[in-house]
């Protein structure tokens, strides 16, 4: 572990600078309807979906899980488009034609379309965490970018919160087609309106003060890279995509994101199975573990953002939540118990989003650090599938609940020993991050 400078402690609150004030209520409202119109299935499923197609505990999960093989497809692409042609087309497009493919799955009753369509779903959003997580590097310090990524992260478990609310309400007043429509329209919307609001780089922002430009042009993981030749470009692209610490990290959020996805997506029907309650209150209690993951993710990115140190802020948070889901399994049937033991591991599994990304960032230079982060999440997506398939198949064997939430337990601390496997980059001098072997895009200046 290395000592970070001390002027990477951030002087001032994130808001101070109009750049937060104006870029991160964004951030959080796209990728909060991003996450809504992936999560709410599991609703719909809990909410009479599954009874009504007379789907299977295998096919159920089959269709929820499709959206993340669409999700892997396009992550590397997307993000490379996004990194050199322009973010803002591909954010704003996105969110217009996912919102469009939420209201679809409403219209639905065939199973072999309900894949489909979840599929095409993931394609279409698969790039827009990474190309968010590097437009927010170019507009964001190195002391600035944990809490930076936090914020934009927080629309996760902020959306379950209200999503899981809103959801079962709009399943008990009506069905889970409607909740589907309903959810689906705002980010058809939304999307329009970001091709106003998102500028892709800090000079094309007319509202941007000189005086927070020249802070950013002094950052040397912000300056901007001159354009580099195709062959040269694609050479360093290759250079990141094969690089062990980027690779490392690819199977670090495998794990995690296993362990995470199968938690999200089957959490509603496992807290209706063990309380017995209706779809109005599962959705209410669904959403207190997430409550308390919003406080963890805050409280630990300003003490990441603090020292400067990511790889401290990820590993033991991941080994707790690994322990709780262990201990929620060990519960059995004594609900209360392990429904408290779900709450710890909700916010040991979040607290370490915003610190992970921007270790993730620092792996790859300046201009080209979207495809580790697309690598990474790419990943991730597969891990989400798999999580999402086989907690919900295990749930419909002998084990149930329990062993499923013995399988999310090991992909958690299969992640947390993983993290402790990476170097992390010095920020003051090794700017270029740990990706060896070829150059990086000359800077411009």
């Known amino acids: 572990m290395t000592t970070p400078s001390p002027s990477l402690k951030p002087a001032r609150s994130l808001w101070a600078s109009s750049r937060a004030r104006h870029l991160m209520p964004v951030a959080f409202l ?19 979906m599954a009874q009504e197609l007379h789907l299977s505990a295998g096919l159920d999960s089959l269709i929820a899980a499709s959206f993340f093989l669409g999700y892997f497809v396009f992550q ?21 034609v996912w919102g469009l493919l939420a209201v679809v799955q409403g219209l639905l009753s065939d199973p072999a379309q309900l894949i489909g369509v979840r599929f095409a ?37 902020v959306t379950v919160m209200w999503l899981s609310a809103l959801s079962g309400w709009l399943i008990s007043v009506s069905d889970w087609r409607v909740m589907f429509i309903v959810e689906g329209i705002p980010s058809v919307l939304w999307g329009l309106l970001c091709l106003r609001l998102i500028k892709d780089r800090p000079e094309d922002a007319g509202w941007l003060p000189a005086a927070e430009l020249t802070e950013l042009r002094a950052d ?18 290759r250079a990141v995509l094969r690089s062990r610490p ?13 362990g995470m996805y199968g938690f ?19 959705g209410l209690l669904t959403a207190v573990p997430y409550a308390f993951a919003v406080v963890a993710m805050l409280v630990n990115s300003r003490l990441s953002d603090r020292s400067g140190r990511r790889r401290t802020a990820v590993w033991p948070w991941l080994a707790t939540g690994g322990l709780a889901l262990f201990g929620s399994y060990a519960a059995g049937d004594r609900f209360p118990l392990a429904f408290a033991l779900l709450v710890v591991a909700a916010a040991c599994l979040y607290a370490p989003y915003g610190p992970f990304f921007a270790l993730v960032s620092s792996l790859a230079p300046a201009g080209i650090s979207g495809a580790a982060v ?26 149930g609940d329990a062993g499923a939430f013995a399988l999310m337990a090991v992909g958690a601390l299969l992640s947390a020993a993983l993290t402790l496997t990476v170097r992390e980059p010095r920020p003051t001098t090794d700017p270029l991050g740990t990706v060896t072997g070829q150059p990086a895009p000359a800077k411009a200046g």
């Open 246 to 258: 980027v690779l490392l990290m690819s199977a670090q959020y495998f794990c995690w994101s296993f």
């Open 374 to 399: 697309a690598m990474v999440n790419s990943f991730g997506a597969l891990g989400s599938f798999a999580g999402t398939y086989l907690v919900g198949w295990v749930r419909g064997t002998p084990l």
């Open 76 to 96: 590397i692409p997307g993000t490379i488009y996004a990194e050199q042609r322009s973010a803002r087309r591909l954010v704003a497009w996105s969110t217009v």
């Open 220 to 237: 040397p993981t912000t300056a901007p890279a001159a354009p580099a030749a195709t062959r040269d470009l694609a050479r360093s692209y």
């Open 121 to 157: 779903l993931g394609v279409v959003e698969g790039a827009v965490l990474p190309s968010m997580v590097m437009l927010l590097g170019r507009w964001f310090t190195h002391a600035e970018r944990g809490r930076a990524n936090t914020l934009l992260i927080l629309g996760n478990p």
């Open 30 to 48: 796209t990728y909060s309807l991003a996450y809504l119109d992936k999560s709410n299935y599991s609703l719909a499923s809990a909410g009479g």
């Open 264 to 282: 999200i997506f089957w959490l509603p029907s496992i807290v209706k199975r063990g309380t017995g309650e209706g779809i109005g209150a599962t």
